[in-house]
């Protein structure tokens, strides 16, 4: 999954992100997210996370997630190759914000970006740096 990993934190860094931390798994990540929530002015403002991976998968870690009412509400964007309906359904169930499916380019990572802050990103990415949205 590091390629994963590096393709998107490209794509995000090229749309003018800037701070980011990876986990190598469910686990790392969980316990990142858990710790981060503790400390006030640490928490995440999104996760990205692959659908299948090591330790606690994708589902699994966004339980976890909403479960924690400091994390509740953090947007989760969830990568994956699944595009059985139900698997979907399942995903949404559990809390995903939205999804990304492989293979994926800059435009559809922007979409779900957008999708989960309407009113703007909490970062200040230039205009020039924002690939233009669909009609």
């Keep these: 999954m590091p390629a994963v990993r590096a393709i998107v934190r490209e794509m995000l860094e090229s749309m003018g992100f800037r701070h980011f931390e990876e986990a190598e ?12 929530s503790a400390r006030e002015h640490s928490q995440y403002r999104l996760v990205v996370s692959d659908w ?29 190759s699944q595009s059985e309906q139900e698997k979907w359904h399942q995903a949404r169930e559990a809390g995903v914000s939205g999804f990304v ?7 559809q990572l922007q979409e779900q970006l957008n999708r ?20």
């Design 101 to 107: 499916v492989k293979p994926f380019d800059r435009l």
């Design 116 to 135: 989960v802050w309407p009113d703007g990103w909490p970062v200040a990415v230039p205009a020039s740096k924002r690939a233009p949205d669909r009609a």
């Design 25 to 36: 798994d469910g686990d790392m990540a969980w316990r990142m997210i858990r710790d981060a």
């Design 52 to 80: 299948l991976m090591p330790g606690l998968d994708g589902i699994e870690l966004v339980q976890q997630v909403r479960g924690l009412r400091a994390t509740a509400e953090l947007p989760f964007l969830m990568v994956t």
